[in-house]
């Protein structure tokens, strides 16, 4: 969701905060700012649109400071526009308020300002009352005035706040919305993430939940919400700047797509011991753990759900124990059945999907153990996780998710496998042999690549189609989802996904003369009846692209178009489809011109409900 930057140094502020907040349009946004102090002034500059927008203002009319708080906004509360841009400020205009999240109470607190103060809103934002608020109490102490107003808070809100009248400090909160404190010399910096800090610093604080941080050039301090100061260790960021740079590539989606044979291959190198086994460092679940539980679930949103459906698949083939998958947002609202024999699996790349993350504390609730599967080290998801598995995925950039979904698919993989071997429902031959099969999918994943001009050029005969059905059996059903996920967020086309047994029960109604139909037939035990529904939809007149092991040739009488991909056990076989799919919708969104790195309402980390 939206961005937060902030500086205080020797350097020029508006540098530092255009740099970093270039870094984080990824997340997604509608509008920027910036505040700066100069002088014991304090300047706002914040404009509907791109960054490009403010930085074009900023060229031509500078301004010169060293203490700024800076910001891109995904709206909530108020339509895009220029007014309604962070950052915010109070009636006199010398407090300014920078806000990811969402203030759940904002009109029981305008209510009450309008009791007790003469308050003149600017914007239809929630962010704005805590400006107002901040002033209302204000008495000659900044931080005790956030305190207090931060008191009278619901919802979930990271927020920074600079003031002209004490030109000398940045103050931020955080609850349930990333933050984090880069740690300089003679200068301090504050993001929402970290790749807003890596050209200036790869030493981090980690700001917890309900924790005040007081930046001043020379020193951090960081109290909970007691006002006792908190002692917090340095987390030192291991990738560099240039890790989450294009490196040539057109866009950071294709770039990502081409460095999933790396991030498979390490996730699963870096879990292997000298003897090739599977060692779960971070993961504590012993066979009599293990023996305790009976009941899974899988939470998650958007593509790591869908990873999370193959998980089920590999979890309940591998190690016989119940799953359930359950979409995040709604997990706590069907009061699930859980206890202390439930294991609880977290899936979010950044681990800071607040959806996730509530229904994670839901689970500890009841006694659940929690285990995450998250991509960003020292996330909030891993940092309230009884267990975490990192997949090693590097920096995902593109709002589109696909090395992370590819990696989060071989974790499910070795967690099954590690699960199954220590419960003795795998054999060690069968957990041998299993192992082997993952050890080559990352040079599977490159022979797909190869085949990138195939798919390129039934993108380009496809692109105009505005109606595009995907369908599957077995987990390629699962696949299908993400395949039509990945098409309707980044090119906008209305696609879905079934099981391909339920086109008799409604769906093939929709099926007509060039309709563009992905049929999946990967599955060896479901190929034939794959067949027969692909038959279904060709004899109403679609047009059909399928996708199917190399070994099975006769599809291509059938298919219009097939793509091949390696021949490999059937439940490793999502590793590979879903790689054409991510191709195909990149080719599809670049021929009708989106922009595919940063789709339209869409945030790369879902920090709202």
Not at 545 to 562: C, G, H, M, P
Request: proline content about 2%; glycine content about 6%.
């Amino acid at each position: 969701m939206c961005g937060i930057v902030g500086y205080i140094g020797n350097k020029q502020a508006t540098e530092v905060l255009m740099n970093g907040l270039s870094k984080l349009e990824y997340r997604g946004y509608d509008s920027a700012g910036v505040a700066i102090i100069n002088d014991e002034e304090l300047n706002i500059r914040k404009y509907k649109g791109r960054l490009s927008v403010l930085s074009d203002n900023l060229s031509q009319n500078k301004i010169v400071g060293n203490i700024g708080i800076g910001h891109t906004r995904w709206a909530t509360h108020g339509a895009p526009s220029d007014v309604n841009s962070h950052p915010h400020t109070n009636c006199q205009n010398d407090i300014a308020v920078i806000h990811n999240g969402i203030v759940e109470n904002y009109m029981k607190i305008k209510k009450w300002l309008d009791e007790v103060s003469d308050v003149k809103y600017k914007s239809e934002t929630d962010t704005e009352v805590i400006a107002h608020l901040i002033d209302y109490f204000y008495d000659g102490d900044l931080v005790e005035a956030v305190y207090k107003a931060v008191d009278k808070m619901e919802g979930a809100y990271a927020i920074g706040v600079v003031s002209k009248r004490e030109p000398d400090k940045i103050i931020a909160v955080r609850k349930d919305s990333p933050l984090i404190v880069g740690i300089g010399e003679s200068e301090n910096f504050l993001a929402s993430d970290i790749p807003a800090l890596l050209k200036y610093t790869r030493d981090v604080y980690l700001i917890e939940n309900d924790e005040f941080v007081i930046l001043t050039k020379d020193n951090i301090k960081i109290y909970n919400e007691f006002k006792q100061e908190v002692n917090r260790d340095i987390f030192k960021v291991t990738w560099n700047e240039e890790s989450a740079e294009k490196e040539g590539y057109e866009h950071f989606m294709i770039k990502e797509i081409y460095e999933q044979p790396k991030g498979t291959r390490e996730t699963l190198d870096r879990r292997l011991d000298d003897d090739g086994d599977i060692y779960l460092d971070g993961i504590k679940l012993t066979k009599e753990d293990l023996d305790g539980i009976n009941k899974v679930y899988i939470v998650a949103c958007g593509t790591a759900y869908h990873a999370g459906l193959v998980g089920r698949t590999i979890i309940e083939k591998y190690a016989k124990v119940a799953v359930e998958v359950d979409i995040a947002s709604e997990f706590r609202y069907r009061n699930p059945i859980i206890d202390d024999k439930t294991l609880f699996i977290a899936v979010s790349q950044s681990g800071e999907t607040l959806d996730t993350l509530a229904a994670l504390r839901e689970a500890k609730k009841h006694g659940a153990r929690v285990l995450s599967l998250v991509n960003v080290v020292g996330s909030s998801v891993a940092r309230e996780s009884d267990d975490v598995f990192y997949t090693w995925a590097g920096p995902e950039i593109a709002v589109a998710s696909t090395k992370a979904f590819t990696t989060q698919l071989m974790a499910f993989n070795m967690i099954a496998l590690h699960i199954g071997l220590t419960k003795g429902t795998l054999t060690k031959e069968e957990y041998k042999n299993l192992i082997e099969k993952l050890k080559e999918l990352p040079d599977k994943i490159k022979q797909i690549l190869d085949q990138y001009e195939d798919i390129q050029e039934i993108a380009d005969s496809q692109f105009n189609n505005e109606k595009v059905f995907f369908m599957g059996r077995g987990v390629d059903v699962n696949i299908a989802k993400e395949g039509s996920l990945k098409l309707k967020e980044i090119s906008y086309i209305n696609s879905f996904a079934i099981a391909a047994g339920e086109l008799k029960h409604g769906t093939i109604a929709l099926i007509e003369e060039g309709t563009f139909v992905v049929a999946l037939a990967t599955q060896d035990r479901l190929y034939e009846k794959m067949l027969s529904n692909i038959k279904e939809v060709k004899a109403r007149g679609a047009n059909v692209l399928a996708l199917a092991k190399e070994n099975n040739r006769e599809i291509s009488k059938i298919a219009d178009k097939v793509i091949y991909i390696p021949e490999t056990l059937d439940e490793l076989t999502p590793i590979l489809s879903v790689v054409p799919l991510q191709l195909l919708s990149y080719y599809i969104a670049v021929a009708r011109g989106c922009d595919v790195d940063k789709p339209r309402n869409l945030a790369k980390s879902v920090t709202v409900e």
